[in-house]
């Protein structure tokens, strides 16, 4: 049975930083694109990052590039998003997704089979 379960989420101010990660369980990390999505109260959840299996690329939405970085450690079957600069619009529950499909389509949800239950970040002075 896949399991995905986040955590490092909280309460950060303007400009400082959160690393997010995701365990996953009952998969092997390599094998799957694995992306972020967020949801920010009364709005639909939307695209953070992806990297996709087999060490392939890494794409951000463009809001986020340059301040989060995605990085995983298929040893320990965990992957990691670092937010760097944030800011109050990068509000909301984040979510870690797995994907086995051989896609270029990771901005999309529906590529995804197994999400995790969510991690709330908040940034507010």
């Known amino acids: 049975q896949v399991q995905l379960v986040e955590s490092g989420g909280g309460l950060v101010q303007p400009g400082g930083s959160l690393r997010l990660s995701c365990a996953a369980s009952?998969?092997?990390?390599?094998?799957?694109?694995m992306g972020w999505f967020r949801q920010a109260p009364g709005k639909e959840r939307e695209f953070v990052g992806a990297h996709r299996r087999n060490g392939g690329a890494i794409s951000y939405e463009d809001s986020v590039k340059g301040r989060f970085t995605i990085s995983r450690d298929n040893a320990e079957n965990t992957v990691y998003l670092q937010m760097n600069d944030l800011k109050s619009e990068d509000t909301g529950v984040y979510y870690c997704?797995?994907?086995?499909?051989?896609?270029?389509?990771?901005?999309?949800?529906?590529?995804?089979?197994?999400w995790g239950q969510g991690t709330q970040v908040t940034v507010s002075s």
């Open positions: 009952g998969l092997n990390l390599r094998r799957y694109n």
């Open positions: 997704a797995a994907g086995s499909q051989i896609t270029s389509a990771v901005r999309q949800s529906e590529m995804y089979a197994h």
